[in-house]
């Protein structure tokens, strides 16, 4: 089963979109990572790692992504991993609550690292009315 | 080759070894904790207003985690200072600066000493790895408005024989005309994109942290040589 990550420079964030996700995903593994160690508003690419490592599968690992340099922390974060654990992790362009929540019911049914990335890109192109 | 330290660098000497690279982050650090207000303030004109507080946290976990427990070379230095930014910074700078130093690190492994020959290929791969983390170029108002001035007036210097603190005033002089460049343009990278043509006038944080990055070093090696 694909996992979820899910990164935002607010913890809260991240926590509450994890819940909201988990409602539709069952058993779908998702990791709220947001904020920075000490409480601050940030994003950190060692906690990203840690996330990846601590539901890592073959199966492999989405990663959407709020703003600008939460990005760049996952790019980094690709970067810090063992290649062979690399190559198995994505990182999605997709707006993070509709990609999150698209992403969450295609893991859910069993899609595979590509069709989750897939359907939460497709949340980009779902105009919200 | 061990030289006692006292004779270990002569006036005009080119060289930094390990432990003039602890103590240039050191005074880094220190800098960065004086102007985190300024840095702060000038953040809150066209970001997210946290630059100098990000950059001091940062540098406070250089000094807690690798200035007390550093690497056996100067290469392992590098790297441990990219994680500690990476770790802890927060915002953009964390993976910008991060990124920039492990690249350094990669450059310089296993090296005990490093010249000013070796400074514009370690500000090449700081460069290179900056503009690969924030896919920017000179001229949207980021720190590479600092860093690549200040590279080529430090290579020029360099293919003039200027002697190294000659070399680095000129770096630091183009980094600083680089910062005064950043108030004339407006931001398409980051927070500060958001604003538009209202980031104009406002003199870009990276690139300011850069430039008092650049000035320690020049600094430095002037406090060596006196």
């Known amino acids: ?129 | 080759m061990l030289r006692p330290k006292h004779q270990q660098f002569v006036r005009g000497d080119k060289r930094m070894d390990k432990e003039g690279l602890l103590r240039l982050l050191e005074k880094i650090g220190q800098r960065i904790h004086e102007q985190r207000d300024f840095l702060t303030e000038l953040d809150n004109a066209i970001g997210d207003g946290d630059h100098g507080h990000n950059m001091d946290k940062g540098f406070q976990a250089v000094h807690d985690r690798v200035l007390s427990n550093p690497g056996p070379d100067m290469g392992k230095v590098l790297q441990q200072v990219g994680m500690a930014l990476i770790s802890t910074v927060g915002g953009a700078a964390g993976p910008l600066y991060g990124t920039a130093f492990m690249r350094m690190g990669g450059l310089l492994a296993g090296r005990q000493e490093a010249s000013l020959e070796d400074l514009p290929r370690l500000l090449d791969a700081a460069i290179g790895g900056i503009q690969q983390r924030g896919k920017a170029v000179r001229g949207e108002k980021t720190m590479l408005d600092a860093l690549i001035p200040a590279k080529e007036a430090l290579e020029a210097a360099i293919s003039a024989g200027k002697p190294a603190v000659e070399a680095l005033a000129d770096a630091a002089a183009a980094a600083e005309a680089g910062v005064e460049y950043t108030k004339t343009i407006r931001a398409t990278k980051g927070r500060a994109s958001y604003l538009g043509d209202r980031s104009i006038g406002h003199q870009d944080p990276g690139a300011t942290s850069s430039m008092l990055m650049i000035q320690v070093l020049k600094e430095t090696l002037q406090e060596r040589d006196q």
């Open chain 1, 1 to 129: 089963m694909v996992s979820l990550i899910l990164v935002s420079h607010s913890r809260q964030l991240a926590e509450g979109l994890a819940d909201l996700v988990r409602q539709v995903a069952g058993e779908v593994p998702v990791v709220p990572v947001g904020g920075t160690a000490d409480g601050r508003l940030g994003t950190d690419a060692t906690a990203i790692v840690e996330a990846v490592e601590a539901v890592y599968s073959d199966d492999g690992v989405v990663l959407l992504m709020d703003l600008g340099s939460s990005v760049m922390a996952a790019e980094t974060a690709l970067e810090l991993l063992p290649p062979e654990r690399s190559a198995r992790v994505r990182l999605s362009g997709a707006p993070l609550v509709e990609g999150a929540v698209a992403a969450g019911v295609e893991a859910r049914i069993g899609g595979t690292l590509e069709s989750v990335l897939k359907a939460a890109e497709s949340a980009l192109h779902e105009p919200k009315f």
